[in-house]
């Protein structure tokens, strides 16, 4: 992708070097490394600069990201997309149940990313695969992608920081007691599985999720579900799926931690919203995704 961005220096930025000066606005080092490899990727007042070159109060800085180069080990594959938001450097995607989102060995066709490549060499641009909130195959919903080298950055630094609100909804069989609250218990590997993982309060890393159940319903005459509202605090794999079975409320649909399919084929879990400020332009994005189909048979109402 091609991106050019443009700086006015302030007064307190008058006689940084343009590496410091970047460096401020969150550029990391491999940033400043690659665009030294970059042709003419840094113009001060219409003239090509390095980036030990100093700039003052007044200067115009234009930076020139320019990524020729697409992920070679993704082919591209046609796949429907329903594309949330777009802009120059963030990608905003409603991500379907049973769709990877990287490529893996039984699944090197069929992933989020084989259909991003798709989408880009339609419209011949060179594409990275750059995904910052991950989900599980089978959990639908919200997941943003970083265009560009330094969004990808700045995305990755607010994910660290806990910058990036996710907020999720779950189904879960029974009556959730308490209502609300907050789960906080240690996840590690269970044994030796590369994939499962469990609550280990000796070993395990740190981990936080507070739900809130939104609404009830009897789906037969035995039996009441409950749709969880949930938001992480930290982003443990299988956070979700491990902490609400550990709460007593697994997730239905769960073949790993809770097999029961008598409703939904696979876990009922939709990351349902996001809010972040946007790592460019400093605007706060908000996005939703309405409840799945599989699951909203079983909530219409909400």
Known sequence: MNRTLIYQIKENENNLRIEQFLRKQGYSRQNLTDLKKMPESILVNGQWFHLNQRVYTGDTLVVHIQEIHSSQKIPPVYMPLSIVYEDEDILVVNKP?????????????????????????????????????????????????????????????????????????????????????????????????????????????????????????????????SLIRLQLETGRTHQIRVHMKHLGFPLIGDYLYNPDMEYIKRQALHSWRLTFVHPITKETMRFTAPLPEDMAVLFPDF
């Open 97 to 225: 149940a049973k769709m990877p989102v990287h490529p893996s060995l039984n699944n090197y066709c069929n992933s989020l990313a084989n259909a991003l490549a798709w989408y880009y060499k339609e419209q011949n641009k060179p594409f990275i695969f750059r995904c910052t909130n991950r989900l599980d195959r089978d959990t639908s919903g919200l997941t943003v992608i970083a265009k560009h080298m330094l969004s990808s950055n700045l995305l990755s630094a607010m994910t660290q920081r806990h910058e990036i609100c996710r907020e999720y909804l779950a189904i879960v069989r029974g009556h959730v007691t308490p209502s609300e609250g907050t789960i906080q218990a240690p996840l590690a590997r269970k044994g030796i599985s590369i994939v499962e993982r469990m609550v280990d309060f000796e070993h395990g890393e740190r981990a936080v999720t507070h739900y809130k159940t939104v609404q009830e319903r009897a789906l037969n005459e035995k039996d009441t579900h």
